[in-house]
């Protein structure tokens, strides 16, 4: 899907008054009740929709994927389909399709999660039906077959440095320091903890989760948490430990200045769970909150760098916003790995606090 089949879609009559909404994978355009989600032809190190077969194959997979915690939002995959004039339409999929999209319901934006926080009315009640949703869904997703993979894990970390084109022009050559030494700390922790990082996979604390929880992939709806737009590109990235799930809503939380809200999603859903955490497992989760914040950083560069003008104002707040949480989880990782280490010898920048 291209910026030409976009235009075309919108010489259809029931579609000239769609709203579009562009992001740096997806298309969408928004009528009053439905909502057509497309994708980019793009393909990243972390993702794939180069072909038309491969944007159908994923489309299907976000369906049936997000029909788990959302089945009231995802309808069905169309086809974008041809007409006898230049214009294009949505349809069964058929051989003459171009291309593909998901159909899914229309919520009031009202009830997106970023802007109930943009107006201070997301409460703690509202948290905690999150977190009751999020431990519900978990129980039902466990894997029974997981092994906890170091190699890939390191590799997850490290692809951020992959971007460090796009991020050096806006945090710095001192920025981007400070990023590898963080990941060097988050290897050393990876190094003298691994048995528990195992132990977790073995104890059934990995799951096929959402793999993508942050404020704007849910909806409050009249208080009612839906949960959508779960990772489907990937599914490596989707099966993970329940705690870097959880950490990927916290890191939002904390990035917009709600420390408060995060702290009471993490004890929330913990007293959703059967099991209560080893001692060792508040280390895990700052390793996975760092993680997450790494992602964020990574996501937001690309963003920044696929804005069609100057970037907006927003996003590269938030990117400092990210990289101020990057020094933080840091240094709570640095407190806990062993001083002898010789992978952080020289990975403390003189900015980077203890």
């Not at 971007?163 to 190094?191: F, H, K, M, N, Q």
Request: net charge neutral; charged share 30%.
């Amino acid at each position: 899907m291209d910026q030409q089949h976009i235009d075309r879609l919108r010489q259809h009559p029931t579609l000239a008054d769609a709203e579009v909404v562009e992001t740096h994978i997806s298309w969408l355009l928004l009528l009053p009740e439905d909502v057509y989600k497309m994708k980019k032809n793009v393909r990243f190190s972390f993702l794939d929709f180069s072909t038309p077969a491969k944007r159908k194959y994923y489309c299907e997979r976000e369906l049936q994927l997000n029909r788990r915690l959302a089945p009231e939002l995802y309808r069905r995959v169309v086809g974008v389909n041809p007409t006898l004039s230049t214009a294009l339409t949505f349809g069964p999929p058929v051989p003459q399709s171009v291309d593909y999209a998901v159909a899914m319901r229309r919520i009031d934006r009202r009830w997106e999660m970023e802007a109930l926080l943009n107006r201070d009315a997301v409460s703690p009640a509202d948290i905690d039906r999150i977190a009751e949703r999020l431990a519900a869904f978990h129980a039902g997703v466990v894997l029974t077959d997981a092994l906890f993979n170091p190699i890939e894990v390191l590799d997850r970390l490290t692809d951020i440095l992959r971007y460090a084109d796009r991020l050096e022009p806006l945090i710095g050559p001192t920025g981007l320091d400070e990023i590898r030494a963080g990941i060097s700390v988050a290897r050393s922790v990876l190094r003298a903890f691994h048995a528990r990082f195992h132990q977790r996979a073995v104890d059934g604390f990995t799951v096929d989760g959402h793999g993508d929880l942050h404020t704007g992939n849910i909806f409050l709806e009249h208080g009612r948490p839906i949960l959508f737009d779960c990772l489907e590109f990937a599914d490596d990235l989707r099966r993970i430990d329940v705690l870097d799930e959880v950490a990927f809503l916290y890191v939002d939380l904390e990035a917009r200045g709600r420390t408060d809200l995060a702290e009471r999603f993490a004890a929330s859903y913990r007293r959703g769970t059967a099991s209560a955490p080893a001692e060792e497992d508040e280390l895990i989760f700052s390793f996975y909150r760092f993680y997450r914040v790494n992602v964020a950083l990574k996501v937001t560069a690309i963003k920044i760098s696929h804005s069609p003008k100057d970037a907006p104002a927003e996003l590269t707040e938030r990117l400092h916003r990210y990289l101020d949480l990057h020094r933080k989880y840091a240094g709570r990782l640095r407190e806990s790995v062993p001083t002898h280490d010789p992978l952080l010898a020289g990975t403390r920048p003189a900015s980077m606090s203890n």
